[in-house]
């Protein structure tokens, strides 16, 4: 492990009072590339500082949850409709591994790559950082109907949601941490005008969406099938990473269904409450952070069961 890296996770980590055990039970390491790619980390950090907008981060974000969630289709998932037509950022990974392919031919897998990016990227704008687990490979099969079996949905209700994150071995505190990286980002408006031209069927608008947020909404979406975009924080800093998604939860200002869902379940939304009662903000970044861990552990595949792939778009 290089130099940088060694100081920049302890000064990081420490700051953020997380412990993290240096062997997973899964078989992920922290000094998995110690010795095979010394400089993996440094290459990957380097990439996401000097040549990414801090939007990026978002992009990368949602592309790591879909990676997490659905086994185990890494980078070809963008190709499964309707899913994951909208995510972004494979070009950044495919770049980031050439540079470690040239590095290191046949070391760094793209999983690998994604978590690490990611993890950087929300670093870059203020939000927490987290030792990455490494060893991760990449499948060598695809099943294009995972992600709808698999992933949690913007419409999901708060039962649908506890359930998918479970089955994947996360619980509900995990669900609420995890919701708030809709603190970042946007969204295409046919993400949730469900909710304000046609929540039941008869072209009304969800009851518990705050009435005068629905109207800002309409306007900036002025058909169910509208193209355009919203921040999915309105009242903050964009690509702020703070508790302000939160806040408006709690005042049924959540974009997506299964934002408000959130309110619906006693223990998600004292979950909230306790974020919320910590003005620092330190808190949901802590947890924020612990959760990503976990949810970079689900299910992955080491040793022989999946291959490092070239190309990530592509089984070798």
């Keep these: 492990m290089g130099e940088f890296s060694k ?27 110690d010795d095979k790619c010394p400089n993996a980390e440094k290459i990957v950090y380097d990439y996401v500082h000097n040549h990414l ?15 997490c969630f659905v086994e185990p289709i890494t980078l070809e998932i963008k190709d499964i409709i309707p899913t994951n037509l909208s995510l972004k950022g494979f070009d950044i990974i495919n770049s980031v591994k050439r540079k470690l392919e040239k590095e290191c031919p046949g070391v760094v897998s793209c999983a690998d790559t994604l978590a ?18 490494l060893g991760r490979k990449d499948g060598i099969v695809s099943n294009d109907k995972a992600p ?34 809709h603190t970042i980002g946007q969204s295409s ?42 921040t999915m924080d309105p009242g903050s800093e964009e690509n702020k990473f703070d508790t302000n998604y939160y806040k408006n939860v709690i005042q049924h200002k959540g974009l997506f269904g299964s934002d408000a869902a959130l309110l619906t379940d006693s ?4 979950t909230i409450d306790q974020l919320l009662d910590d003005v620092s903000g330190e808190k949901f970044k802590q947890q924020f952070a612990k959760a990503m861990v976990k949810m970079g552990n689900i299910e992955v595949k080491t040793g022989s069961a999946g291959q490092v792939r070239t190309n990530c778009a592509f089984v070798n």
């Design 189 to 230: 408006c046919t993400s949730f005008t469900n909710r304000l031209y046609n929540f039941t069927g008869k072209r009304d608008q969800d009851p518990e969406l705050n009435s005068a947020y629905a109207i800002d909404l309409k306007k900036k979406c002025p058909k169910i099938n509208s193209t355009f975009k919203v």
């Design 148 to 181: 709808l079996d698999e992933l949690p949905f913007t419409t999901d209700n708060i039962t649908t949601l506890e359930r998918k994150f479970r089955k994947k071995g996360l619980d509900f505190a995990d669900l609420v941490y995890l919701s708030g990286a």
């Design 7 to 33: 100081v920049y996770k302890v000064v990081v980590f420490v700051f953020l009072g997380l412990l993290v055990a240096s062997t997973h039970a899964d078989g992920l390491t922290m000094d998995y590339y």
């Design 53 to 67: 907008p801090t939007t990026a981060a978002a992009s990368l974000l949602r592309l790591h949850f879909h990676d």
């Design 267 to 270: 223990k998600t939304k004292s």
């Design 116 to 133: 690490l990016a990611t993890r950087d990227a929300i670093a870059s704008i203020d939000g927490p950082y987290w030792d990455v687990p």
